[in-house]
């Protein structure tokens, strides 16, 4: 999927989640939050399906300076994102849906922390490797 499609699709499934979500927040009759995250699922489910067709599709890495944007670990890497934003937006609905105490904020919040941890140790020895250069 082209980038100017990925984008366009990123930006209506986030326009249709804010307009649910703005009549859920504004209304007197409430609705699922499972029927409000659903745009954004949609998007991560389109997300997930581009990276296992092009795991599929594209199998001719030979070496790292050939490596394109989507092969390899770089796959990998986006995929366990995607999956921790859909875990982290799952606990979020259940929480929001049963008020009861039974889930403590700690365990709706721990897919985020884990993803902004993941993501700092990919993230940052690139950029010292790059510095001391």
């Given amino acids: 999927m082209p ?3 990925r984008a366009l699709t990123t930006w209506a499934s986030m326009v249709v ?3 649910l979500l703005t009549i859920q927040l504004q209304s007197k009759q409430k609705q699922s939050w ?3 995250f659903m745009p954004i699922w949609m998007d991560d489910a389109l997300t997930a399906l581009f990276i296992i067709c092009s795991c599929v599709h594209s199998n001719s890495c030979h070496a790292i300076s050939e ?3 989507f092969c390899g670990s770089r796959r990998c890497i986006i995929f366990i994102i995607c999956l921790m934003k859909i875990i982290a937006q799952l606990t979020l609905c259940h929480k929001l849906e049963n008020k009861s105490p039974q889930l403590p904020m700690v365990y709706v919040f721990l897919p985020i922390w884990t993803l902004i941890i993941y993501l700092i140790i990919i993230v940052v020895p690139p950029l010292i490797r790059h510095y001391k250069e």
């Fill in 67 to 69: 490596m394109p944007v």
């Fill in 3 to 5: 980038l100017t499609q």
């Fill in 17 to 19: 989640f804010l307009v």
């Fill in 34 to 36: 499972y029927t409000i």
